[in-house]
Each structure stands twice: as structure tokens, then as C-alpha cells.
């Protein structure tokens, strides 16, 4: 009998050991699974976040790019935009000594102005010989220039306009296609350098040609 109420115990014992285990087993599995899914989760977001990087270092390297080329033009740019303004610098170097006229040039823009003394008297429309023959010598070098935009723009001062100009400019205003002055128009010497034409070369842009011709 005894040995009986031993196998009964004995046997009650396996199962219950066997009941823990595939317990434990259980939990340890479901466990694993959200471990390996939380795993699954973390490298698809960092695979996402790899492609975003790589898709933003490529537009990077696209616009590194584009600058460089950029560059590159602006720097044949102002090679060849040297080469005129070393041209007017050669052809007007007597009128530039004597401070007719300033050639300047800032990267790929180049700008010729001249000064009143060499193209109008004060409060009237019509412009000098001597204007005449540096707007053709200027002329004449600009006529190589190819791919760019030239701008010509007069200024005037604040003298008003006087005789029979006063029918054909009512103000100074009708004279100029914009104000902008260099200096005071309160003494002479403000007012001559006021009275001028700037002529600008800046690279060609049809876009704002176009807007222009409209």
C-alpha cells in the first residue's frame, strides 16, 4: 500500500514539475518574441533612417555639385570679362587719367561710368563732342561682347531745367530713367558727379530679358 501512495506522489510530482516548465517555456518563448519583434522594429527604423541619410548626403552631393560648376563658370566669367575691362582701361586710359571716366569691375559685373564733364553742362539734354567720341570708343569695345546684358542708365542732378528744354523735360525728372544719386546736390562739385551714364554689364539673364521686353 505504501508503495503505492509513493508512485501516486512521485508521479504527481512530474507532472507538476512538467506543468512548471512548459509554464516557464511559454513565457520564455512569448518573451523572445517580442524581443525579436522590438529587434525586427529598431533595424527597419534604422534602415529607414540609412536610407535618409543616404538619399540626403545624395542631394547634398548634387547641390555640392551644381555650386562647383557654378563656380567654375563664374570663374571663366570673370576671365573673360577681364579681358574687356582691360580693353576700355587700354582705349580710354587718357579719359580715365583725367577722371572723365571710372571702369569698374566686382567679380562678373562690370561697370563704365561717365561723368558729366565729358557728356552734358548742366541743365542741358544734348551731349558734348568730346562724350561723343568716348561713347563711341566705348562702343566700340563693347561690340566684342557677346553674353552679356548691357544696361545703360542716365542720371541728372537737382538744377532745374531751364529754356527750351523746359517743353520737352518738364523736370529733371523726364531726364532720367531713375534717381539715384552719387552725392549731394547741394554744391557743384555733388552735382557733377550726379549728372552722369552708367553703363553695367552683368551676366545674361533671359528670364529677366524677357520679363523686360513684356
Not at 43 to 61: P, V, W, Y
Not at 66 to 94: F, H, M, N, P
Not at 177 to 196: C, F, I, K, L, M
Request: proline share 3%; hydrophobic share 35%.
Amino acid at each position: 500500500m505504501k508503495g503505492n501512495q509513493l508512485f501516486v506522489l512521485s508521479l504527481a510530482a512530474c507532472l507538476l514539475a512538467g506543468c512548471v516548465s512548459q509554464s516557464k517555456y511559454k513565457e520564455l518563448e512569448t518573451k523572445a518574441s517580442r524581443d525579436i519583434a522590438a529587434l525586427r522594429s529598431q533595424t527597419a527604423d534604422l534602415e529607414a533612417r540609412k536610407a535618409a541619410h543616404e538619399r540626403q548626403i545624395a542631394g547634398l552631393n548634387d547641390q555640392l555639385g551644381a555650386t562647383e560648376k557654378r563656380a567654375t563658370e563664374t570663374g571663366a566669367e570673370i576671365v573673360r570679362l577681364k579681358g574687356t575691362y582691360d580693353s576700355l582701361v587700354k582705349d580710354l586710359q587718357g579719359e580715365i587719367s583725367k577722371g572723365q571716366i571710372k571702369v569698374t569691375q566686382v567679380r562678373d559685373k562690370l561697370s563704365v561710368q561717365l561723368v558729366e564733364k565729358i557728356l552734358f553742362d548742366s541743365g542741358r539734354a544734348e551731349i558734348k563732342p568730346e562724350g561723343k567720341e568716348v561713347l563711341t570708343k566705348v562702343g566700340n569695345v563693347l561690340l566684342a561682347v557677346k553674353d552679356k546684358q548691357i544696361r545703360i542708365e542716365g542720371y541728372t542732378d537737382a538744377v532745374p531745367i531751364g529754356g527750351a528744354l523746359r517743353q520737352q523735360f518738364p523736370t529733371n525728372w523726364e531726364l532720367s530713367t531713375q534717381r539715384r544719386p552719387v552725392a549731394s546736390n547741394d554744391t557743384p562739385e555733388g552735382r557733377a558727379e550726379n549728372r552722369r551714364i552708367e553703363i553695367s554689364l552683368t551676366p545674361l539673364d533671359v528670364q529677366e530679358v524677357l520679363k523686360e521686353l513684356r
